[in-house]
């Protein structure tokens, strides 16, 4: 129903900012609850952030509050992640998840997913 690509990752170094987009197609993103997961070597995929439809409701991990800001605009089928103050612990690939119902940080809920975006933190 949906196809989620991610772009803007790359390499930073610790204290800078970066900003993460994710371009849906198939169906209008308007249509969709949106988060942000990410996922170390090894370790479980672990969420980031979420908006709903109309941007009226976000969450955040605690990791992210106060760095990170998730947007969306739903004329350009987009969501953003606005990622400052980027931290050495940040180093992850990122993704971009769609729901049809408010799905917050419940990973298994999201039906869709995008294939990541290297984010690499240096000092």
């Known amino acids: 129903q949906v196809q989620l690509v991610e772009s803007g990752g790359g390499l930073v170094q610790a204290g800078d900012s970066l900003r993460l987009s994710c371009a849906a197609s198939?169906?209008?993103?308007?249509?969709?609850?949106m988060g942000w997961f990410r996922q170390a070597p090894g370790k479980e995929r672990e969420f980031v952030a979420a908006?709903?439809?109309?941007?009226?409701?976000?969450e955040y991990a605690d990791s992210a509050k106060g760095r990170f800001t998730i947007s969306r605009d739903n004329a350009k089928n987009t969501v953003y992640l606005q990622m400052n103050s980027l931290k050495l612990e940040d180093t992850a690939v990122y993704y971009c998840?769609?729901?049809?119902?408010?799905?917050?940080?419940?990973?298994?809920?999201?039906?869709?997913w995008g294939q990541g975006t290297q984010v690499t933190v240096s000092s």
């Open positions: 998840a769609a729901s049809r119902s408010w799905s917050g940080s419940r990973r298994n809920d999201y039906a869709y």
């Open positions: 198939g169906r209008m993103l308007s249509n969709y609850y």
């Open positions: 908006i709903s439809w109309g941007a009226s409701s976000t």
